[in-house]
Nanobody, 120 residues
Framework: QVQLVESGGGLVQPGGSLRLSCAASGSIFTVYSMHWYRQAPGKQRELVASISDGGITKYFDAVKGRFIISRDNAKNTVSLQMNSLNLYDTAVYYC??????????????WGQGTQVTVSS
């Protein structure tokens, strides 16, 4: 059984910063790509940032230059440093990991989500 647990969400003023973290645990064999998605009220879930197992990163255009994704392969964790936050960043942020377990092949796993609210 695999769990992804996010932390670090909250309320922040425009222009502020937050750091999200996600830890994967369980009977994990290999973690491949890790991602952060977000879903704002009434909108579809969108990919915010990705990082490969080799450390290659990709970002959604709206967050380029403001967000930084990183990972610790030894701890199976991924983080998202969010700077210069604006109202449009308000959403539930989800951690996603493509990983294989001892019993199963490569599959995507999701965290439960953490709320980020940007408001003055």
């Amino acid at each position: 059984q695999v769990q992804l647990v996010e932390s670090g969400g909250g309320l922040v003023q425009p222009g502020g910063s937050l750091r999200l973290s996600c830890a994967a645990s369980g009977s994990i064999f290999t973690v491949y790509s890790m991602h952060w998605y977000r879903q704002a009220p009434g909108k579809q879930r969108e990919l915010v940032a990705s990082i490969s197992d080799g450390g290659i990163t990709k970002y959604f255009d709206a967050v380029k230059g403001r967000f930084i994704i990183s990972r610790d392969n030894a701890k199976n964790t991924v983080s998202l440093q969010m700077n210069s936050l604006n109202l449009y960043d308000t959403a539930v942020y989800y951690c996603n990991a493509d990983l294989s377990t001892i019993r199963a092949g490569l599959m995507p796993y999701w965290g439960q989500g953490t709320q980020v609210t940007v408001s003055s």
